[in-house]
């Protein structure tokens, strides 16, 4: 499991020029099963985002084609951890040391 934290790097202006976009990137790794939740920080100055995968590179190639990174609006942190205890609704996604 990973934790993508964006921080905005552009006037928030910037940012609500390429929303759009960038709701229609998460809607469909949403599709693909990729996201799990996500949501902008109080105060907004980026956004968190719980992604599911095997592969550090493929989160980092997911990061990277968001419209927010192409538009140079934000930098992304990305934390890889070991999810070994979640609420019921997150079981599938529970995993072994």
């Given amino acids: 499991m990973f934790v993508l934290e964006l921080t905005y790097t552009a006037a928030i202006e910037r940012v609500d020029a390429l929303l759009d976009e960038h709701v229609t990137w998460l809607d469909a790794l949403y599709e ?24 550090r590179a493929r989160i980092e190639e997911v990061a990277a084609a968001d419209p ?16 070994t205890k979640t609420a019921p609704g997150l079981a599938p996604y529970r995993q072994q040391l």
């Fill in 68 to 83: 927010f990174t192409v538009g140079g609006v934000c930098e992304y942190r990305i934390t890889e951890f070991i999810a």
């Fill in 32 to 55: 693909e099963g990729v996201f799990i939740a996500s949501g902008r920080k109080n105060p907004r100055d980026g956004g968190v985002i719980l992604a599911v995968g095997d592969d």
